[in-house]
């Protein structure tokens, strides 16, 4: 909703080319649970008629039926519109609203003050440029006040204004006003904010929103509007290297091949030269083609296409750089890393990562530490839970192309999406490469596994056993090797027990630990599949996500997944091990298929039942079925 104009009635054109014109400034408000975040964004809209006559009757409407102000206007109602969020009196999702008045144009962000929330408060502060703080000024500075402060530097946000609210219910006073701004930029000098601004306001009363009303006449800076009118923020994507992803590869005819994308950051002009990190490729640029007519010049924010001087070769995803300027491109990387799924993150298990256009398979390979966003402290830790955030080395499947993040927001961000439900379990901002991936190449080598194949007449593979203990696994992949030892066959078994006595001895049973243990076992796996061998694995492998890596790191039909379905009650009735007796007596923490979950196979290329047959009857269908 735009503010009134008598334009809008004179001459619509000159209205919407002067709106046109306007500068637009995106701003968060973020603190702590009923610090009055959505009551001041609704008195702001409110003071200033910035909505809709019907939406004004609505608001009155609702303000007597579920507001909190008794017969008064409940001004966050305009902001908390879920149903969840009215009968609760709190924010759950981010609300955005758009707003103009003569000056400026607005969008803002009004996020939750819940912890469990964070997520949420993190997508609405990623594209923001000013932070509101709120904070009570009964209470003070909060641990969430820390927590959404220290989030709101991360995402690159550096102008902060902290909202000191309900002075009303402080009788206005000038000292406690002082006490809570020196408090926070006490707290807030190591966050790399450019400017703190402190107001003091009653967003229920409405002072210092839009203009001061006497209340505190000892307070001499700009109302909270006035100050969002003429705050300087410098966009200066312009003057960056030029960077655009490839979003569509547009071919309509045979006569014209262009590459469509919004420039992230940078400026353009026919002529320049542009190149592919990712291959090295250059070329120049021929026209810039919009549906309004070829551009003289295209700038950062801009949606365009592309058409160049020479055919090379160019897909979606890949992003286009200037020569001179190009994006770091590689396969290993540091990131801070906001965790946003109920299931933690597990180093070592595999993702998907997302950044612009491309996507491509990426794993933890380390979580260097831990932040604890309420102290700044950073602590040490195995895996990530729910809105905390980590400091992270990542390996990718793919070397991709990017900036760090505090250089360009644009191309330094990227999810980490779960390979199965195709959930957004992470975000993250990229610090830099890691120089490990400029000291380690391919080395190339005469030998190859199709010529040590040849050398022992086999065709190399796994066969991945899988099932709960004492389902069988182990005897039957005994006696499957011993079968194919008669066979001539050159084979090797890796077993999970005699494995934990070596190379993965350092492990433990957690779920972090059980994820390492699958991923070292896999890349054994892999090395001696690489030589030429059959090699089976009798592991428990829990989880899909690690049997799944274990798949993509061979080539198709190398990979052959045995379930041992046997029930857990034959299972625990022979026990071998007497460990589901110790589990069921509380003594062994994190035993599969009594306190720790076991996720069966969802198309195993062979499932056979322990119960059903024997071991020598099963290992004989299982080497009839693989190898005739």
Not at 132 to 148: E, M, N, P, S, Y
Not at 463 to 475: A, C, E, P, R, Y
Request: with cysteine; charged share 25%.
């Amino acid at each position: 909703m735009s503010h009134k104009s008598n334009l809008i009635a004179e001459d619509i054109h000159q209205y919407l080319k002067k709106q046109e014109e306007k500068s637009m400034l995106r701003f968060i408000t973020c603190g702590s649970v009923d610090d009055g975040k959505s009551t001041l964004i609704g008195r702001l809209l409110w003071d200033s008629k910035l909505i809709f006559e019907d939406q004004l009757a609505a608001l009155e409407a609702d303000s007597k039926r579920v507001g909190t102000q008794g017969e008064d206007v409940d001004y966050a109602l305009l902001l908390d519109g879920l149903q969840a969020e009215r009968e609760q009196g709190i924010t759950i999702d981010v609300a955005y609203r758009f707003f103009s008045t003569d000056k400026r144009k607005f969008i803002v962000a009004d996020t939750p003050g819940h912890e469990q929330y964070t997520r949420n408060m993190v997508t609405g502060a990623s594209t923001a440029e000013v932070a509101i703080i709120l904070i009570d000024a009964r209470k003070g500075v909060l641990t969430q006040t820390r927590r959404h402060s220290y989030l709101v530097s991360l995402v690159g946000i550096r102008h902060v204004v902290l909202a000191i609210n309900k002075m009303d219910l402080v009788d206005y006073a000038a000292s406690r006003f002082h006490s809570i701004r020196e408090e926070y930029e006490t707290f807030a000098a190591g966050l790399g904010f450019e400017d703190v601004t402190a107001i003091p306001i009653s967003a229920l009363k409405g002072d210092n929103v839009i203009e001061a009303n006497g209340h505190t006449p000892w307070y001499q800076g700009p109302p909270l509007l006035e100050y969002l009118e003429t705050v300087q923020v410098v966009d200066d994507a312009a003057s960056r290297p030029f960077r655009m992803a490839v979003q569509w590869v547009n071919r309509p005819n045979l006569d014209f091949r262009g590459f469509s994308g919004t420039i992230a950051s940078g400026t353009l002009r026919p002529g320049d030269e542009v190149v592919v990190p990712s291959s090295g490729q250059k070329s120049t640029v021929a026209r810039i083609v919009t549906m309004d007519g070829d551009l003289s010049q295209a700038v950062a924010g801009q949606a365009v296409t592309l058409t160049l001087q020479d055919e090379i070769d160019i897909s979606r995803g890949d992003l286009l750089s200037a020569p001179l300027a190009r994006p770091i491109h590689t396969d290993q990387l540091r990131a801070h890393v906001v965790w946003m799924h109920e299931e933690p993150l597990l180093p070592g298990r595999g993702y998907l990562l997302k950044t612009g256009c491309t996507t491509v398979p990426a794993q933890i390979s380390d979580l260097r530490r831990k932040v604890n966003v309420n102290t700044l402290q950073q602590e040490p830790g195995k895996t990530l839970g729910l809105n905390e955030v980590g400091v992270c080395n990542l390996s990718l499947g793919k070397a991709i192309s990017f900036d760090p993040y505090k250089e360009n927001r644009a191309t330094g961000n990227f999810i980490l999406i779960d390979r199965f439900s195709n959930a957004t379990v992470g975000a993250g901002m990229i610090d830099f490469a890691l120089r490990r991936a400029d000291n380690i190449h391919w080395q190339a080598l005469d030998i190859n596994k199709q010529a040590r194949a040849e050398q022992k007449g086999q065709k190399p593979r796994v066969l991945w056993f899988t099932g709960l203990s004492g389902s069988g696994k182990s005897t039957i992949a005994n006696l499957v090797e011993k079968k194919l030892h008669s066979m001539g066959k050159h084979s090797y078994i890796l077993d999970g027990d005699n494995v934990r006595h070596g190379l993965n001895r350092d492990l433990g049973f957690t779920d972090a630990d059980r994820v390492e243990n699958i991923r070292r076992v896999a890349e054994t796996a892999k090395l001696f599949v690489d030589a030429g061998l059959i090699v089976l694995v009798s592991f428990i492998s829990p989880f899909k996500s690690e049997r799944q890596l274990a798949r993509d790191l061979l080539e198709p039909g190398e990979f052959i997944e045995v379930y041992v379905n046997t029930p857990l009650a034959v299972c625990e009735q022979r026990d071998p091990k007497g460990l589901y007796k110790k589990a069921r007596a509380g003594q062994l923490k994190n035993f599969t298929g009594i306190d720790s979950a076991y996720e069966a196979p969802e198309k195993p290329e062979i499932v056979v039942n322990g119960a059903e047959k024997s071991a020598e009857e099963l290992a004989e269908e299982i080497v009839r079925e693989v190898f005739g």
